[in-house]
T-cell receptor, first 114, second 114 residues
């Protein structure tokens, strides 16, 4: 069964610290992997997208990595800010390019404290 | 450019009542989607549309109907609401299904069925 698992479920860090969120997937065939940020009470917003040939993608203080061999991805947040408090959702697209099917992880809830 | 908007933002229904959730997008996107988000679960696709006048079932379509009479609007209907339909509903749109193109999500509708 195609699945996306994220860890940890929740994380609390102090402002200014770095953190890394993990995503493991069993989706096959693989098309691409995305990280979304979802603020409380809002819809998800895309942070990065990576295909199987890409192993690193950055968006400001967010850096995503992908190891297609081990089917693992991570999202590293540098110098965290209070506004980083949100849920971070890993999404894997199944199938060849053109498929509608997204497999969503349950998210990691990050809380950044002052 | 408002992106994807949803109405209403909140709604409380009694079991057996009906209602329609409205999604509108002003980006001229062909594809639109309805998801539900429940605690401890990833977003799940209810129905989607690949263009005006077309609809298709997603992973969890039972108890819902949809219509796409206009390209910019995608309606989700609950004919006879059940407590199991208590959830947060997100609409999304994308220019196509092609890989590499992200989906834009609306702010969500929180529905409670008593």
């Amino acid at each position: 069964k195609n699945q996306v698992e994220q860890s940890p479920q929740s994380l609390i860090i102090l402002e200014g610290k770095n953190c890394t969120l993990q995503c493991n997937y069993t989706v096959s065939p693989f098309s691409n992997l995305r990280w979304y940020k979802q603020d409380t009470g809002r819809g998800p917003v895309s942070l990065t997208i990576m295909t199987f040939s890409e192993n690193t993608k950055s968006n400001g203080r967010y850096t995503a990595t992908l190891d297609a061999d081990t089917k693992q991805s991570s999202l590293h947040i540098t110098a965290s800010q209070l506004s980083d408090s949100a849920s971070y959702i890993c999404v894997v697209s199944e199938g060849p390019s053109g498929t509608y099917k997204y497999i969503f992880g349950t998210g990691t809830r990050l809380k950044v404290l002052a | 450019n408002a992106g994807v908007t949803q109405t209403p933002k909140f709604r409380v229904l009694k079991t057996g009542q009906s209602m329609t959730l409205l999604c509108a997008q002003d980006m001229n996107h062909e594809y639109m989607y309805w998801y539900r988000q429940d605690p401890g679960m990833g977003l799940r696709l209810i129905h989607y549309s690949v263009g005006e006048g077309t609809t298709a079932k997603g992973e969890v379509p039972d108890g819902y109907n949809v219509s796409r009479l206009k390209k910019q609007n995608f309606l989700l209907g609950l004919e006879s609401a059940a407590p199991s339909q208590t959830s947060v509903y997100f609409c999304a749109s994308s220019p196509s299904l092609a890989g590499g193109l992200r989906r834009f999500f609306g702010p969500g509708t929180r529905l409670t069925v008593l």
